[in-house]
C-alpha cells in the first residue's frame, strides 16, 4: 500500500533549521505532485509549498517563501522542505501529501497523507 513517512523535525531555536524528508513507497513517485502541510494547535492545516512531479515547478505559501525550499528526488522517492531562519510562529506538525492530479494549495487534490513529524520552534 502507499506510504508517505516523514521525518526531520525536532525542537530548534529561533533563526536555526531543519530539513524535512518525506519518503515514499507503494506509488510511482514521479507520477506525483507533491507538498507539505503544516497544522498548529488549535488551527487548521494550512498549505507550506508543493512541488511538481519533475521539481520544474514549485510554489510557496507566502509566510514561507524565501525561508523555506522544497526538492524532490525521484530516484530516492523523496521529497525534502529545508527549512531556514524558523519562527516561533512556524511550530506545528508538519504533513506531506502525494496528487497524481495537480499540486497546489488546494489540500482537497491530495490522495495520500503521511502522518506527520512535530516541528517545535523555541523563541
Known amino acids: 500500500q502507499v506510504q508517505l513517512v516523514e521525518s526531520g523535525g525536532g525542537l530548534v531555536q529561533a533563526g536555526g533549521s531543519l530539513r524535512l524528508s518525506c519518503a515514499a513507497s507503494?506509488?510511482?513517485?514521479?507520477?506525483?505532485?507533491m507538498g507539505w502541510f503544516r497544522q498548529a494547535p488549535g488551527k487548521e492545516r494550512e498549505f507550506v509549498a508543493a512541488?511538481?512531479?519533475?521539481?520544474?515547478?514549485?510554489v510557496y505559501a507566502g509566510s514561507v517563501k524565501g525561508r523555506f525550499t522544497i526538492s524532490r528526488d525521484n530516484a530516492k522517492k523523496t521529497m525534502y522542505l529545508q527549512m531556514n531562519s524558523l519562527k516561533p510562529e512556524d511550530t506545528g506538525v508538519y504533513y506531506c501529501?502525494?496528487?497524481?492530479?495537480?499540486?497546489?494549495?488546494?489540500?482537497?487534490?491530495?490522495?495520500?497523507w503521511g502522518q506527520g513529524t512535530q516541528v517545535t520552534v523555541s523563541s
Open positions: 501529501a502525494a496528487s497524481l492530479i495537480r499540486y497546489g494549495q488546494d489540500a482537497r487534490v491530495y490522495n495520500y
Open positions: 507503494g506509488l510511482t513517485f514521479s507520477n506525483y505532485g
Open positions: 512541488i511538481n512531479w519533475n521539481g520544474g515547478d514549485t
